[in-house]
Nanobody, 129 residues
Framework: VQLVESGGGLVQAGGSLRLSCTAS????????IGWVRQAPGKEREGMAS????????YYAESVEARFTIPSDDGKNTVYLQMNNLKPEDTADYFC???????????????????????WGQGTQVTVSS
C-alpha cells in the first residue's frame, strides 16, 4: 500500500489549499482514508475521514466549518479542501488508511488516529499571519 500526499505549501491567513492523497495497492472500497495533522510539539490530530463504500465523511469539530472532502472523482485520490486557513493550521498533514469495518469506522479513526494502518509521507502546510 502506498499513499502519496501533495498540495501543501505556504499561504496567507484566510487563504485556501487543496491537498491530494493518491492511494495504490489497496481496494479502495474496503478502506477509510483519513487526513491527520501534526504541528510541531503537538500530538497528531485527526481532521477528516472518507469512506467510498457508503460515502461516509466525518470531520473533527475543530475544522468542519472550514475543511471539506470534495466529491469522489472515482479515482484512487482523496482531497482535502481547506478554506479560511489560520496560522494555527500550520502543521504537517498526512493521509492514512485503515480498514472499513462499519459505516462508522471513519468516525472512530478521527479520534483514534493510531488505528490507521498505512501512512503517507506528509505534506507541509504553513499559514502566515
Amino acid at each position: 500500500v502506498q499513499l502519496v500526499e501533495s498540495g501543501g505549501g505556504l499561504v496567507q491567513a484566510g487563504g485556501s489549499l487543496r491537498l491530494s492523497c493518491t492511494a495504490s495497492g489497496l481496494t479502495f472500497d474496503d478502506y477509510v482514508i483519513g487526513w491527520v495533522r501534526q504541528a510541531p510539539g503537538k500530538e497528531r490530530e485527526g481532521m477528516a475521514s472518507y469512506s467510498r463504500n457508503g460515502g461516509n465523511i466525518y470531520y473533527a469539530e475543530s475544522v468542519e466549518a472550514r475543511f471539506t472532502i470534495p466529491s469522489d472523482d472515482g479515482k484512487n485520490t482523496v482531497y482535502l479542501q481547506m478554506n479560511n486557513l489560520k496560522p494555527e493550521d500550520t502543521a504537517d498533514y498526512f493521509c492514512a488508511d485503515g480498514r472499513r469495518f462499519t459505516a462508522y469506522s471513519g468516525r472512530v479513526y478521527i479520534s483514534n488516529t493510531e488505528q490507521y494502518t498505512y501512512w503517507g509521507q506528509g505534506t507541509q502546510v504553513t499559514v502566515s499571519s
